[in-house]
């Protein structure tokens, strides 16, 4: 018996009615793989040579001997297996929701894509309880990631190759009670962002008066327009605080949707940006959070519309707490307090 073989045998162990046959490929001609067949051209390629359910031809043996396979095999599965393809199907079409698309399986993997730019919203607990398991897995990115066109954000694979059918109805089974539970949203989906029209104050003299080049500006535009939103006016203050409280109402009379101010968020008595914001009647979430770099950040709300005040290395960092909470907001999340104590975990970046 070939190491092949005692392996596929061996993940097949805990059915005896799943039957395996070893077949000469040249004998094989007409019947169907049970498996995919990978080749592997080391440095230059790794793919997929033949799909389950192939039937063999002629024209592939030479291409079965080039990859090693003398022999192929046929099973027949027992009423209580699924091959792997059909495990990870099962799965991925239980678990998935809204704004995803599903791969074609690929050696007992499914990949699961975002169709949209959008926040991935993945439930821990389902994802452990599924990994808790055995012999099946589901492999995910964090919630709360931002996630384009075309992106996995999942992907279910069955480990050997046939499974307990037990195994995937657990699955299914998790997968409804967690709808059933949340109004019938999915365990695994995507949020769309909204496009939000921005009004952006500037403070600093040295940047009133001309003296140097805004650089806020431009990278608070890229930021939001990459996700979809807009900086729909920008205003400059001086380091005075009733100037900044004037210039925030009045952008909060344009009915823009969030306001962004920018410059003075150090700790430096002449640092006056946090004081202004709470003094145009902010309700303050929180001035300061334990992550690097941003921890400088304050976010508050006021009449319900949020507002932020951006530290410096908002400027030059391309990830800080600004680029944390910035597409959750987008998404239509209310931050809490919890949300920013959170942050501490993981929240050392490039420091």
């Given at each position: 018996m070939s190491q092949e073989q005692k392996q596929l045998e061996g993940e097949i162990q805990q059915s005896e009615s799943t039957i395996l046959k070893e077949v000469s490929v040249h004998e094989a001609i007409g019947l169907r793989l049970a498996h995919d067949l990978t080749r592997i051209i080391p440095g230059e390629f790794k793919g997929r040579l033949f799909k389950r359910g192939h039937i063999v031809t002629e024209a592939d043996i030479p291409k079965l001997l080039d990859?090693?396979?003398?022999?192929?095999?046929?099973?027949?599965?027992?009423?209580?297996?699924?091959?792997?393809?059909?495990?990870?199907?099962?799965?991925?079409?239980?678990?998935?929701?809204?704004?995803?698309?599903?791969?074609?399986?690929?050696?007992?993997?499914?990949?699961?894509?975002?169709?949209?730019?959008?926040?991935?919203?993945?439930?821990?607990?389902?994802?452990?309880?599924?990994?808790?398991l055995g012999e099946i897995a589901l492999a995910t990115i964090k919630s709360k990631t931002v996630v384009k066109s075309g992106q996995p954000l999942a992907?279910?694979?069955?480990?050997?190759?046939?499974?307990?059918?037990?195994?995937?109805?657990?699955?299914?089974?998790?997968a409804a009670e967690y709808r059933l539970a949340n109004d019938g949203e999915a365990p695994l989906r995507v949020r769309p962002f909204q496009k939000l029209r921005i009004g952006l104050l500037t403070t600093g003299g040295e940047v009133y008066s001309g003296r140097i080049t805004d650089k806020f500006g431009p990278a608070v535009k890229n930021k939001l327009e990459e996700l979809g939103s807009e900086v729909a006016e920008q205003r400059f203050s001086p380091d005075d605080r009733q100037t900044i409280v004037k210039e925030i109402h009045y952008l909060l009379e344009q009915g823009y949707d969030m306001i962004l101010v920018t410059g003075g968020m150090s700790v430096d008595p002449d640092d006056r940006t946090p004081g202004a914001i709470k003094a145009a009647g902010a309700d303050i979430v929180s001035y300061g959070t334990p992550m690097l770099p941003g921890s400088m950040l304050l976010v508050g709300y006021i009449n319900g519309k949020p507002i932020m005040g951006l530290p410096g290395c908002v400027m030059h960092d391309p990830y800080t707490s600004f680029d944390v909470l910035l597409p959750r907001m987008l998404a239509g999340d209310v931050i809490v307090r919890e949300d920013i104590v959170g942050m501490g975990y993981g929240g050392l970046n490039n420091c």
């Open positions: 990859i090693g396979k003398e022999h192929i095999y046929i099973m027949e599965l027992g009423a209580n297996d699924l091959h792997e393809d059909d495990a990870a199907i099962r799965m991925a079409e239980a678990l998935y929701g809204e704004h995803l698309l599903l791969a074609e399986p690929h050696e007992g993997k499914v990949s699961i894509k975002s169709d949209m730019l959008g926040l991935a919203e993945i439930d821990k607990g389902i994802v452990d309880a599924i990994n808790g992907a279910t694979r069955a480990i050997p190759l046939v499974v307990p059918r037990t195994k995937v109805e657990t699955v299914e089974r998790l």
